[in-house]
């Protein structure tokens, strides 16, 4: 959660720990705190629905979709590792 956060504060030239700590406040106050993040111009935690910036939601599937790719394909490769011990 907090790379993306992170780098914009840094690129911005604010303070990343007071950022991402008043990133951190907002969304645990608020029950629509998923819609507040770090404005990469002012540096600001804003409201992003106002602002008009969206995370997309193809974004989201595919880094789903390549998390599960990932885990069948460590464990078909420990499979096989676990399999060719029994054989020998």
Known sequence: MEVIPRTLAANCGVSVIRAITKLRAKHASTGEGCQFGINGITGD????????????????IQTIKTAIES?????RVDDIVSGSKHKQ
């Open 45 to 60: 935690v804003d409201d992003m629905s106002v602002t008009g910036i969206y995370e997309p939601f193809a974004v989201k």
């Open 71 to 75: 885990a069948c394909m460590i464990l």
